[in-house]
Every structure is written in structure tokens, then in C-alpha cells.
């Protein structure tokens, strides 16, 4: 069965230091999120990508943060300089075209120290 | 802008109960509902996914329901165990756009 891949799945680092997550979403969605969970609350939408173009990034820190999806396949989210309320769960999902579910990956735990 | 709220926050029951978790939502133009299951530290796991044109949907002991006209859903647990214990998301749909609630842990106790 398909499924989004996201590495690493766990990743600590300092603060201000860089950090990247990667997704691969299903083969053939043209739809992918990027999403934040912090502790205790449900998951928020950072970033939309229909291919390779940005659709919705209105709660994306930009001061800090950049996503890029280059060739309309996977993606990389990237937090530069990482502070500590970002410790938190981050989602990658993608949708199908003409789909209505979003199918998730497993996430990647980030700890900011 | 969609709210999301899941009543309760926690719930603790033993084993074999039936029991119902609620999610309202403050946007009634929705194009679908999904309920999704966390397990700690896990990403999520699609439980039901419920258009809006439809009434419920059933996955063996799930049957979640919609009433989007009072921005209403439920999911309910026939005869709960031990492994149903998490944490489970209630998510709207706008048009591919996914609003959440903040969860229900479940723990059942043996």
C-alpha cells in the first residue's frame, strides 16, 4: 500500500541552529501539506503545494521558515535559526487529484534545546 | 474562520463500554469530515472519512455520524478495548484544506 514517507522521524537540535524535514508524498498527488502539532493540540497548516507552486502559506513563519517543492514531487521544509516553541510534531500529507482523504506520514518529532 | 472543538478533552472508561466522542465545527459549508486516530509520539491514522452529503459511516465497531445544518459529528466506540486507547481527531474539510479540533484522549482500562 502507498504512503507519504518523512525523514528523519526524530531530529533534536539547538536553538538557532538549521534544520530540514523531507516528504515524499503517494506517487501522483499533486497535493501536499505541510502541517505543525505542538503538544496537546491538533495539527495546524503551515504550508499547501498543488504541484510545485505554493497555494496557502498565510501561517508559515516566514521570517524562519521555507518550504520548496521543486519538481512538483517531495518537499523539504526548512526552520532557520530553530527556537524552542518550534519543538513540536511535523506532518506531511498529500491528496490525490479529484480526492477528498488526505493520507499522512508518520511525522517527524522535532526537539529545539 | 472554521473552529474545531471536541468534547471531552479526556475520557477514561474500562473495557466493554460503548462510548461517544463529539466534534462541532462553527462553519456548516464543509465538503467532508474526517475522524483520525494518534497513538503518542505517532503521525494519523484515517479512521472515517464522511462527505457532506452523507449521514454516517461505519468501520466495524466505529459508526461516526454527521449533522453538518448544526455543525455536529460524532464518532462512536462499540464495546472499547485496551488498544483503542489514543488520542482521536476530529477534521473539517474546506475545499482541500484540513481545520482540526484538539483531540480526545481515550484511555480503557482491562
Known amino acids: 500500500e502507498a504512503e507519504v514517507a518523512q525523514s528523519p522521524r526524530y531530529k533534536i537540535t539547538e536553538k538557532s541552529q538549521a534544520v530540514a524535514f523531507w516528504c515524499d508524498p503517494i506517487?501522483?498527488?499533486?497535493?501536499l501539506y505541510w502541517y505543525r502539532q505542538i503538544l496537546g493540540q491538533g495539527p495546524e497548516l503551515l504550508v499547501q503545494?498543488?504541484?510545485?507552486?505554493?497555494?496557502?502559506d498565510s501561517q508559515l513563519p516566514k521570517d524562519r521558515f521555507s518550504a520548496e517543492r521543486l519538481k512538483g514531487v517531495d518537499s523539504t521544509l526548512k526552520i532557520q535559526p530553530a527556537e524552542l516553541g518550534d519543538s513540536a510534531m511535523y506532518l506531511c500529507?498529500?491528496?490525490?487529484?479529484?480526492?477528498?482523504?488526505?493520507?499522512f506520514g508518520p511525522g517527524t518529532r522535532l526537539t529545539v534545546t | 474562520k472554521q473552529e474545531v472543538t471536541q468534547i471531552p478533552a479526556a475520557l477514561s472508561v474500562p473495557e466493554g463500554e460503548n462510548l461517544v466522542l463529539n466534534c462541532s465545527f462553527t462553519?456548516?459549508?464543509?465538503?467532508?469530515l474526517q475522524w483520525f486516530r494518534q497513538d503518542p509520539g505517532k503521525g494519523l491514522t484515517s479512521l472515517l472519512l464522511?462527505?457532506?452529503?452523507?449521514r454516517e459511516q461505519t468501520s466495524g465497531r466505529l459508526n461516526a455520524s454527521l449533522d453538518k445544518s448544526s455543525g455536529r459529528s460524532t464518532l462512536y466506540i462499540a464495546a472499547s478495548q485496551p488498544g483503542d486507547s489514543a488520542t482521536y481527531l476530529c477534521?473539517?474539510?474546506?475545499?482541500?484544506?484540513?481545520?482540526f479540533g484538539k483531540g480526545t484522549m481515550l484511555l480503557v482500562s482491562p
Open positions: 500529507a498529500s491528496l490525490g487529484l479529484g480526492a477528498h482523504e488526505q493520507y
Open positions: 506517487s501522483g498527488h499533486a497535493t
Open positions: 503545494f498543488q504541484d510545485e507552486s505554493v497555494v496557502d
Open positions: 462553519d456548516s459549508a464543509i465538503y467532508n
Open positions: 464522511i462527505q457532506s452529503s452523507q
Open positions: 477534521a473539517v474539510s474546506g475545499y482541500s484544506t484540513l481545520t
